[in-house]
């Protein structure tokens, strides 16, 4: 199937720095991706949908100003947690579909950790 | 709004026991359903799915039948095995779009 990969796949920063976590489809062009956060011993739940090229569309509730999506590539979606505090910590996880299918191939994930 | 639920876990059983894992919907009109499984350290991976009333979805000696009737999407497997420890995660995407919505997942722990 095809590969996702995330990098960093763990990060501890300091309450009000930026963090910055990039997912990139391998494989394959991902035309539209999606983010999510997962908490502890909970389900993922969507944060936004971004298609190359366009602006993000992020789900209620979602600060698009504290949670920057960046999607200019095929290959390529960054989320910029900004001025983090510890109430962001969580598991971050990236998705990927290629327009051809409508399955999603998801990253394995990034855990961040704000002191 | 759509919903799923499954059966909270951790579900614990022996190698070769029989595994269930209920999963139920709420949606509009006939979703795609799926099965996600995310093993320890890494990503969800689709297991199988289902995208009309009926139809049957098999992996790797998993399936789920979609019951349009009961609005469920039941997770079988006759004979785990301790490779089967993971999370699952079963998930709907409505007719009409592209966002997936997910249960809450349950952990499985086979023991040899």
């Known amino acids: 199937g095809a590969v996702v990969s995330q990098h960093p796949s763990w990060v501890i920063c300091k309450s009000g720095t930026s963090v910055k976590i990039e997912c990139r489809s391998l494989?394959?062009?991902?035309?539209?991706m999606f983010w999510y956060r997962q908490f502890p011993k909970q389900s993922l739940m969507l944060m936004a949908t971004s298609n190359e090229g366009s602006k993000a569309t992020y789900e209620q509730g979602v600060e698009k100003d504290k949670f920057l999506i960046n999607h200019a590539s095929l290959t390529l979606s960054t989320l910029t947690v900004t001025s983090a505090h510890p109430e962001d910590s969580s598991f971050y996880i990236c998705?990927?579909?290629?327009?051809?299918?409508?399955?999603?191939?998801f990253g394995p994930g990034t855990r961040l950790t704000v002191l | 709004g759509n919903s799923v639920t499954q059966m909270e876990g951790p579900v614990t059983l022996s190698e070769e026991a029989f595994l269930t894992i209920n999963c139920t919907y709420t949606?509009?009109?006939?979703?795609?359903l799926f099965w996600y499984v995310q093993y320890p350290g890494e990503g969800l991976q689709l297991l199988l799915k289902?995208?009309?009333?009926?139809d049957k979805g098999s992996n790797k000696g998993f399936e789920a039948t979609y019951r349009k009737e009961t609005t469920s999407f039941h997770l079988e497997k006759g004979s785990v095995q301790v490779s089967d420890s993971a999370v699952y995660f079963c998930?709907?995407?409505?007719?009409?779009?592209?966002?997936?919505?997910f249960g809450g997942g349950t952990r499985v722990l086979v023991k040899p």
């Open positions: 998705s990927g579909t290629s327009g051809r299918t409508d399955t999603q191939y």
């Open positions: 289902a995208t009309k009333a009926d």
């Open positions: 494989d394959f062009q991902a035309t539209t």
């Open positions: 998930a709907l995407r409505p007719a009409a779009g592209n966002k997936l919505t």
């Open positions: 949606a509009t009109g006939y979703p795609s």
